[in-house]
């Protein structure tokens, strides 16, 4: 297998730009996490789903943010207008199950300038 | 889920063991400790995981107390390239339910590995 594959591994736009990230999990896991690294607050668990179900999205920041996942081998997060504070690098998890271990991305590197 | 407590910060000479602590006193019955590791610029790793017995696999050692309220992740003979941040992080769970709970990064340890 692959390995949890993001895309694109980087990304600039403009302020007020819509931004995209994907992400396609490991075959066969059924969990799958988004979180957000800054240096000034770390990794930040941002939403997970268990079977293309959000369970907690706690960790959106605001209404800009929303995620999707319409099926088992695909998830967007969607950022809609971006912002600078938004830059950071996001990286995409998934995990078969509880019990198991995550596997985590490469990450997508976001600058809104 | 528990919260943990780990040192910002650690060195270890290479071909040493990299013992590292972590506290994870309000840990309840059904929550397991996992380590995972950041090498710079890339995405988390996992190392290892246990619920109450000490753990061992091709990267580490985990070492958890009696009471459950600390663990120890052990890297027997550290290289250069363990050089990272590492992360005890307390995780609810039973076994291949099929579903995940929340899994939430700390602060973690800064580890480096010097010659």
């Known amino acids: 297998d692959a390995g949890v594959i993001q ?8 302020m007020g730009q819509e931004v995209t990230l994907r992400c396609k999990p490991i075959s066969g896991h059924n969990s799958l996490f988004w979180y957000r690294q800054t240096m000034m607050r770390g990794l930040e668990l941002l939403i997970y789903f268990n ?8 960790g959106m920041p605001e209404d800009r943010f929303s995620a999707k996942m319409p099926n088992a081998s695909f998830s967007t997060l969607k950022i809609q207008p971006s912002e600078p504070r938004d830059s950071a690098v ?3 998890a998934s995990e078969r199950g509880q019990g198991t ?8 590197r976001l600058t809104v300038v | 889920d528990a919260k943990t407590t780990q040192p910002t910060s650690m060195d270890c000479a290479e071909g040493r063991a990299a013992n590292l602590p972590c506290n994870h006193s309000t840990i309840s019955g059904n929550e397991y400790v996992y380590w995972y590791r950041q090498i710079h610029s890339q995405g988390p790793q996992y190392i290892i995981h246990g619920l109450k017995n000490n753990e061992t696999n091709e990267m580490a050692s985990l070492i958890i107390t009696e009471d459950r309220k600390s663990s120890t992740l052990i890297l027997p003979h550290a290289t250069l390239r363990d050089t990272a941040v590492y992360y005890c992080i307390v995780k609810r769970g039973r076994r291949n339910t099929g579903t995940a709970s929340k899994l939430t990064f700390g602060t973690g340890t800064r580890l480096q590995v010097t010659l």
């Open chain 1, 7 to 14: 895309s694109p591994r980087h990304e600039v736009t403009e």
């Open chain 1, 51 to 58: 079977n293309n179900v959000p369970i907690d999205d706690s």
């Open chain 1, 90 to 92: 996001y990286f995409c």
């Open chain 1, 101 to 108: 271990e995550a596997f985590f991305g490469q990450g997508t």
